[in-house]
């Protein structure tokens, strides 16, 4: 069973495509989730396998998946899955079992789920990341478990022809672009293995401007979120609270030619989420005209578009970065995600 993917991606590599995380519409059923985010003009959506919203494991899953698939469509959205539900897996503990716990068991068969999910759905990605490193696991240990348990994912994405989007998230395993590097060459540099990339997180944790970034990674970047950030602090913040310069940023994803959705992702927002969604989306089309105007203003003065990303270094103040950051969490020592 496929379903025929919704909308797909425009020829115009410059037309920014934006989506909404379904895990900042907790509290929303799924079908009014996707119409909330359709009414709002998103053209996308990142879809959470959670309890609620397309739970992966319940009975009559695939009629669940052909309904979910005709609402897409109904709705012209485009989506991408996304794995990082909380409680899904183990009601006890956030996150668990990752793919560097003992007995993985579980979440490789969760994974293996939304790989056959993302391709009944046409997705055009299908997200993960690595896990925190248990305290009783060595690193060593755990990494060669999660190259053994990407492995094994990528198997699976191959024989359904998916494309997949490795997460770096800071705090755990891999949390920065060049843990994905490193993982990415040990797993033999797998076409169908590419980046998720967080707007966010590159002002939290890496040592680039937060456009440098989205140029660090443009031919592996499959899957981008987008959300506001504070350097050193792993906390998603509403567009324009945090630190990030957005019109930078946007213009390095269209001098990357990336052409996917761009979603937002505001996980402890659903107690607000339509409200929050309307001011995303106006916010975000504010800073994309803000970026074409610069980008024609640059060109009729130069005579050509500055490439690679490149912005004044005035516009790059606020979205710089240190070379190193001490990442905070909340008051217990877990990730504020």
């Given at each position: ?5 919704p909308r797909?991606a425009p020829d115009?590599?410059t037309t920014?495509r934006l989506?909404?995380?379904?895990n900042?519409?907790?509290n929303?059923?799924l ?10 003009g ?7 396998l ?10 009559g899953?695939?009629r669940?998946i052909?309904?979910?698939g005709?609402r897409?469509s109904?709705l012209?959205l485009?989506v991408?899955?996304e794995?990082g539900?909380?409680?899904?897996l183990d009601?006890?503990h956030?996150h668990a079992p ?8 579980r979440?490789i068969e ?9 391709a009944?759905l046409?997705?055009e990605?299908?997200s993960?990341?690595?896990g925190v ?8 240990c755990?990494w060669d478990r ?8 990528v198997?699976a994405a ?8 490795f997460?770096?998230?800071p ?6 672009i060049?843990?994905w590097?490193?993982l ?11 980046i998720?990339l967080?707007?966010g997180?590159?002002r939290c ?12 990674v443009?031919?592996?970047l499959?899957?981008?979120?987008i959300?506001?950030?504070r350097?050193?602090?792993?906390e998603?913040l509403?567009?324009?609270?945090g ?7 946007l213009?390095a994803l ?5 052409r996917g ?5 505001l996980?402890?927002?659903?107690h607000a989420a339509p409200?929050?969604a ?5 916010f975000?089309r504010?800073?994309a005209?803000?970026?074409?105007t ?6 009729a003065?130069a005579?050509?578009r500055?490439?690679g990303?490149e912005?004044?270094a005035?516009?790059l ?5 240190e ?13 504020l995600e």
């Amino acid at each position: 069973m496929t379903v025929p993917r919704p909308r797909s991606a425009p020829d115009d590599a410059t037309t920014l495509r934006l989506g909404y995380g379904t895990n900042g519409f907790a509290n929303h059923r799924l079908d009014d989730a996707l119409a909330v985010i359709a009414d709002l003009g998103y053209d996308g959506v990142a879809l959470t396998l959670d309890h609620d919203h397309l739970d992966p494991f319940v009975p009559g899953l695939t009629r669940r998946i052909a309904a979910v698939g005709r609402r897409l469509s109904e709705l012209g959205l485009g989506v991408v899955i996304e794995t990082g539900a909380r409680y899904l897996l183990d009601p006890w503990h956030k996150h668990a079992p990752t793919l560097l716990h003992d007995d993985p068991t579980r979440r490789i068969e969760f994974l293996r789920r939304a790989v056959r999910i993302g391709a009944d759905l046409g997705a055009e990605a299908v997200s993960f990341w690595a896990g925190v490193r248990p305290d009783t696991v060595t690193p060593q240990c755990a990494w060669d478990r999660l190259v053994a348990g990407c492995a094994t994912v990528v198997d699976a994405a191959d024989s359904a022809g998916v494309t997949l989007g490795f997460e770096p998230e800071p705090g755990m395993l891999v949390q920065d672009i060049a843990d994905w590097r490193r993982l990415h060459a040990a797993l033999g540099g797998p076409t169908r293995l590419g980046i998720t990339l967080d707007i966010g997180h590159c002002r939290c944790l890496e040592p680039w401007p937060v456009p440098q970034c989205v140029a660090e990674v443009a031919e592996h970047l499959v899957n981008v979120q987008i959300d506001d950030m504070r350097r050193g602090v792993h906390e998603h913040l509403e567009f324009g609270t945090g630190e990030i310069d957005f019109p930078s940023v946007l213009a390095a994803l269209a001098d990357a030619g990336y052409r996917g959705l761009v979603a937002v992702e505001l996980p402890r927002d659903s107690h607000a989420a339509p409200a929050v969604a309307a001011r995303s989306i106006e916010f975000l089309r504010a800073a994309a005209a803000t970026a074409a105007t610069a980008a024609a203003s640059a060109a009729a003065t130069a005579g050509a578009r500055p490439t690679g990303g490149e912005v004044p270094a005035d516009v790059l103040c606020s979205a710089s970065t240190e070379e190193t950051a001490t990442v905070r969490y909340s008051n217990t020592g877990r990730l504020l995600e």
